[in-house]
């Protein structure tokens, strides 16, 4: 990133330092905290009780964001709006944010029931944001995967996300999934952080079960997770009840077996006193007959586990197809009636590759 930090990485302490330094009143801290962090005002130009001097002075030295925005789509079908994003060292990166009017509209399954949904009928606002520029998990029919790892983001590049998407939808957000381009667990500390600022009441003030993690797997980040993070939902890509379906889909899966990952979550059920969601992208001819869901069935009866099946969004890498519906919904079937709590993701924004890395593959393409 560039030589300066924006305000959204600035602790409290750290931005009573800044203005010290400065000559300039403590108070200047909470207004600028104010206007940031509960009011959503990314530019200095909108924090009008700020003379036009100081906001001149703090413009040049202390950028509210380091996030620009580069392509903005927005769906025509469901209000969906993917935006594709430049860090300060000119890296891209994806955001989507997810409307809804209330909570009869939302899907079964779309990320802001699943992350917890604000009560009432007041307008939602889900957003799923990126950790790293890129991703390393390998998932074959992935976007984010091409090209392979290009870094992690800073905890600040994470949560400016969640600020720019609300202001694009003209709302805040109610519920945020770490469910974006890259792996929250290979980006540890930075995941936390963030996590931690959606959480804080002195920040985006969201509460735990509105915050969603998802992981491949990763079971030494699960195992920290029940002991170092606000107890917020854990989402497990699973994709297939085997060994070899699942090494198949994803070529990084064979460090840790499905068994281990498994048990991870449900110790971080244990401590937190909630289930984890098992999240399962339907592949034709891959991972979604009939044998598969009664093996799936079978692994998980007795587990802390709901199931979120997915069908395969085809913008993917293009190499693999969506089951049809009705096999979608058998598969469902199939779990249902084996005791397994299971609901389909109504899917998103399909008319604006809103996928993992479908924008920015074709961006950079």
Same mark, same amino acid.
């Given at each position: ?36 962090? #509960? ?42 709006? #993917? ?38 009928? /007041? /307008? ?122 699942? /090494? ?96 389909? /993701? ?20």
């Amino acid at each position: 990133m560039g030589s300066k930090r924006p305000l959204t990485s600035l602790t409290p302490d750290e931005l009573a330092a800044f203005l010290k330094e400065r000559g300039l009143p403590a108070f200047r801290g909470r207004q600028l905290r104010e206007w940031l962090w #509960k009011k959503g005002v990314l530019d200095y130009a909108g924090m009008t009780n700020l003379s036009k001097e100081l906001r001149a002075q703090l413009a040049a030295e202390l950028p509210v964001v380091s996030l620009a925005e580069k392509t903005v789509l927005r769906s025509r079908h469901d209000g969906t709006i #993917k935006a594709l994003l430049a860090t300060a060292s000119g890296a891209h990166i994806e955001a989507v944010a997810m409307p809804e009017e209330d909570d009869a509209g939302a899907g079964a399954g779309s990320p802001e029931s699943d992350a917890g949904a604000a009560d009432g009928a /007041r /307008r939602k606002l889900s957003v799923c944001v990126s950790t790293q520029v890129g991703c390393a998990m390998g998932c074959a029919f992935c976007a984010s995967t091409a090209g392979g790892l290009k870094g992690s983001l800073y905890h600040w590049e994470i949560v400016e996300q969640v600020l720019l998407m609300a202001k694009l939808a003209g709302t805040r957000a109610t519920s945020v999934v770490l469910m974006g381009m890259g792996e929250p667990l290979a980006n540890y500390d930075n995941s936390l952080e963030a996590v931690r600022r959606l959480n804080s009441p002195d920040c985006l003030g969201l509460g735990a079960r509105h915050i969603t993690v998802s992981t491949v797997g990763m079971v030494p980040g699960m195992v920290r997770m029940a002991e170092e993070w606000p107890h917020v939902n854990l989402a497990v890509s699973l994709h297939a009840p085997d060994e070899e379906t699942r /090494r198949r889909i994803i070529p990084t899966a064979g460090k840790w077996g499905i068994i281990e990952i498994l048990e991870a979550a449900g110790n971080y059920a244990r401590v937190t006193g909630r289930r984890y969601m098992v999240e399962y992208v339907l592949i034709a001819g891959v991972n979604a007959s009939r044998t598969h869901a009664e093996e799936l069935a079978a692994l998980l009866r007795r587990r802390p586990a709901k199931v979120n099946l997915i069908a395969l969004n085809t913008g993917g890498q293009g190499q693999y197809s969506a089951p049809p519906e009705d096999k979608v919904k058998a598969f469902r079937d199939v779990l249902a009636e084996r005791g397994v709590e299971v609901i389909i /993701r109504k899917r998103r924004g399909r008319d604006i590759e809103a996928a993992c890395g479908q924008l920015r593959l074709r961006e950079e393409s």
